[in-house]
């Protein structure tokens, strides 16, 4: 077996628990649902990366990654849940961080599975960066659909930071991230608590300052000890990694900073690390709360 591919198996046995559901929310108005922890490494274990923000009944998707419409309805009460924001009826609010793939391949289901299924009663909007309204029509086209019959959704593209959504239960503010140019962070302010997410990026200075006075920060990661085992003769790679992504250390020490009410780990990359290397990391750096995210998760 390639060596590669037999250190990404081992990681998925022994990181993840495929059946864990856990609980770990404080508040009857506000929870987070991490849909998907992965990353664009095909884990079998994890579902594409997407986080559910539900305000009372009302949800608000960030990021489209694979698997993210099966993993909502896991936790509907349609199949057994309690979580009825996340019933396809209720999913109406998306927000993109950025074009990458790995946030976009389960767009198309997040469109048109909930049509297929139930029918639409309203439009599915869409808050992205540039390019996700091009994006969308590709998405249509190519499944032979259109976008003037039931209006299977609307698309609003933004470009500079600040608000870029408000209604009677959030406010969205929109941040640029250390990622591919036109990545975006958000933060979201319910009527009880104040989530911010990172999305991809590198350490950046907009994170810590939209992350103050948060109850939750949702940052990406990678784990070091991996990181250096994995890449240790590619130092191309190395430089792409430590422009566009966050290690363990440098995260603690960016957390130590914000002091968060609680920090969690997604988009997490152990490339061979266990997740004990991965707390250990950040704990040599950050000694506040936090959890290493896994698919399903409720904060």
């Not at 029509?137 to 870029?164: C, M, P, R, W």
Request: net charge negative.
């Amino acid at each position: 077996m390639n060596p590669r591919l037999l250190i990404l198996f081992i990681i998925s046995l022994l990181t993840t628990n495929v059946f864990a559901q856990r609980d770990f929310s404080d508040s009857d108005t506000t929870k987070l649902v991490i849909l998907g922890s992965g990353t664009p490494e095909p884990s079998p274990f994890q579902s594409g990366c997407s986080l559910a923000i539900i305000v009372f009944d009302t949800s608000y998707i960030i990021d489209f990654g694979p698997g993210l419409v099966r993993k909502a309805a896991a936790m509907s009460p349609t199949y057994g849940g309690n979580i009825k924001g996340l019933e396809r009826t209720n999913i109406r609010y998306a927000f993109l961080t950025h074009l990458h793939p790995d946030h976009t391949i389960g767009y198309p289901d997040l469109i048109l599975t909930p049509w297929w299924a139930i029918g639409r009663e309203k439009p599915l909007e869409v808050y992205g960066p540039n390019g996700i309204t091009q994006m969308t029509d590709y998405i249509l086209k190519a499944y032979g659909q259109t976008n003037n019959q039931e209006s299977l959704v609307n698309t609003h593209e933004f470009t500079e930071e600040g608000i870029i959504y408000q209604d009677k239960y959030v406010k969205v503010e929109a941040f640029p991230v250390l990622h591919i140019p036109n990545s975006w962070g958000f933060r979201f302010t319910t009527p009880d608590k104040v989530i911010v997410i990172s999305g991809d990026t590198a350490p950046s200075e907009k994170v810590v300052e939209y992350s103050k006075g948060a109850d939750l920060l949702v940052h990406e990661v990678y784990a070091k000890k991996g990181f250096d085992i994995m890449w240790a003769n590619d130092e191309a790679r190395q430089l792409w990694h430590k422009s566009n992504h966050t290690s363990a250390y440098e995260l603690g020490e960016i957390t130590r900073e914000i002091n968060p009410k609680l920090l969690v780990l997604y988009h997490i990359i152990y490339w061979g690390a266990s997740e004990q290397d991965l707390i250990d990391e950040i704990s040599e750096k950050y000694k506040g709360r936090f959890i290493v995210g896994k698919d399903l998760d409720v904060f």
